[in-house]
């Protein structure tokens, strides 16, 4: 996956951003390519994003790493006793998952972080391929955003998962069961957290925690009682 070159107009944007940089990042060397999941193969538990930030992961070739929403996330997993450290600064910065993994339906960085859906189609095997590797033990899954819940249905679908007619809805907090033949699985929704959503308090610490929590929970992971912040 690290070479597919499927969307052209990703593949421009992810290159061009990791030729230009931004200053702040003028002497690292940006990944500029497509960005695997991260977490075990093994995980319980599956968070899916929209697609990799311009400056964050297609800079550090690892999801959710170098920005603000990464910040974000990663504290909450690491205050529920899913990460080993708060942050992530680099692919080399010895953070760990547990039972958790994190990935995108869209692998490369999008212009204004707005991928068509032409794109997301052309993920979409990708996607699938993630599914079925971690179909054995996967048990759960938070999905973050609207983007994120309507691309990551078809995929469940496309690898075992008996899906709903009508589609179940997105909302924070969305809850439902998808069985099939690899087993059930809770997905639930989640505002995505994007700083949009987080500087405006759309979605707090709190409100992340608990979905996080409770997907974890229904996933059969252990989580460390939630610390007031
Ligand atoms: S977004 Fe997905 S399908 Fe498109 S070029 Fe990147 S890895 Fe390939």
Redesign the pocket.
Known sequence: ?SH????PR??AW?EEVARTKRAAFADETYWGR?VPGFGPADAALLIVGL?PAAHGANRTGRMFTGDRSGDVLYQALYDIGLASRPTATAADDGLTLYGVRITAP???A?PANK?TPQ?RD??R??LVDELRLLAPTLRGAVVLGTFGWQAVLPAFAAAGWHVPRPRPAFGHGARTTLRGEPGALDLFGCFHVSQRNTFTGRLTPAMLREVLSDAATAAGLPVRPKRPR
């Open positions: 996956m597919c070159r499927r969307c990703l593949v992810r497509p697609a869209v692998h490369c999008p991928p794109e052309n993920c095997p990708w």
